[in-house]
């Protein structure tokens, strides 16, 4: 049975800043702010909807980050989980389309 | 009966509104209250008040929506039904005769002309010292007013309460206002630039600690003073905030509520690279 791909995507409802090297998120519908390290920084940066998020945890986290795979996937599948259920970023078995995620300038 | 409307012009933070009213009484209310900020300025804006009879100050929550499909604002309080047409500038206020709905209707008016501008309103002190501005946010019982009560003579009082800032000169100025606190006295109708934001804790001695970016942006928005639940404005405002904290120091005051605390303020050295600094990895 082939292996079921997630993809994720940025919210639209999202605006994010990069101050001193920390990644901000806020939503702008409830104001709920968050701060991402910088393993959920490079996945959020890659969350453009068409990239398998397997794929974006070997090739930017495992790259970057010399981590074990298995224990990667798992710690993105959580922070996946934990930033789609605040509305931050779309979950889907398909390809979304492109996020318009605002970065403030 | 209504008789012509009569106008006073408040100019808070540069921004001059024509406030109108057909009741003598309350004109006199608003000039008494807003002596200080009256002027001659051409208004940017205006509202016009039609008073309703007597009632209690709300302590409901404050509403503020746009009109469906339109860009007009609805700003409703138990004590006070607004509207406000952001694109004539002009606007219309229900109220009873109180100062403090009066003051409600401004402030938020004020917050919302600030978000597009860039600029804000924040619970805190503020005050000129040396030529420079300096805020001081925090909870209530932070220290807001008693950093007002222990500033040296010298020291000019822009606000105990509600801080109005604006970009302006490659950084950001703050505004003296009439909004008063627990100290009950208007601020004086003056500018500075910003020097540095403090957020207070009250403690066994003075110190001064650098606060991470994440933390500066998130407290201040926190006290920042906004009502509409509007995502773009929202937007606008986190956009700010990151400016602000990027060009503006941010730090904690943890102070023992003794006049020395000014001697730190007085002594500030922005010896900081911006607010950029390295800070613990989060989740």
């Known amino acids: ?105 | 009966m209504a008789g012509s409307q009569k106008t006073a012009c408040v100019e808070i933070g540069g921004i001059p509104i024509a406030l109108s009213t057909s009741d003598d009484r309350f004109l006199d209310l608003l000039r008494h209250r807003y002596e200080g900020f009256l002027s001659a300025s051409p208004p940017e804006f205006e509202l016009e008040f039609d008073l309703t009879p007597a009632g209690s100050v709300s302590d409901d929550d404050v509403r503020v929506r746009r009109n469906d499909g339109d860009d007009e604002w609805i700003i409703e309080r138990g004590d006070f039904h607004a509207r406000w047409d952001p694109r004539t500038g002009r606007g219309r206020v229900r109220q009873n005769a109180n100062p403090y709905s009066l003051d409600s209707v401004l402030r938020i008016l004020h917050s919302l002309i600030l978000a597009e501008r860039g600029g804000f309103l924040l619970h805190a002190a503020s005050a000129i010292c040396n030529g420079r501005a300096y805020l001081f946010s925090g909870v209530s019982g932070a220290g807001k007013t008693t950093m007002t009560r222990l500033a040296p003579p010298d020291i000019t009082l822009l606000t105990d309460e509600i801080s109005y800032v604006r970009p302006g000169g490659g950084g950001y100025s703050a505004f003296g206002t009439p909004f008063a606190g627990e100290l009950a006295r208007a601020g004086e109708n003056c500018t500075a630039p910003v020097s540095a934001l403090f957020f207070l804790e009250q403690g066994p001695e003075n110190r001064v600690d650098v606060l991470p970016c994440a933390e500066a942006v998130r407290r201040l928005m926190r006290n920042m003073l906004f009502f509409a639940a509007d995502p773009g404005l929202v937007e606008r405002l986190f956009a700010t905030a990151c400016d602000f904290v990027d060009t503006v120091p941010i730090r904690l005051l943890t102070f023992y509520p003794d006049a020395s605390v000014w001697d730190v303020v007085r002594n500030f050295a922005p010896d900081f690279n911006r607010n950029i600094q390295g800070v613990p990895e989060h989740a």
Do not use: K, W
């Open chain 1, 1 to 105: 049975m082939p292996e079921r791909c997630t993809y994720i995507a940025r919210s639209t409802a999202i605006a994010a800043r990069a101050l001193a090297g920390e990644m901000m998120v806020m939503n702008s519908t409830d104001s709920t702010f968050f701060t991402l390290n910088e393993v959920a920084t490079a996945i959020f940066q890659a969350a453009d909807g068409r990239t398998p998020l397997r794929d974006i945890v070997r090739d930017r986290i495992c790259e970057q980050f010399d981590v074990d795979i298995e224990q990667a996937q798992t710690d993105a599948e959580q922070f996946v989980a934990e930033l789609s259920g605040h509305g931050i970023l779309l979950v889907s078995s398909q390809p979304l389309s492109s996020d318009s995620t605002r970065e403030t300038p």
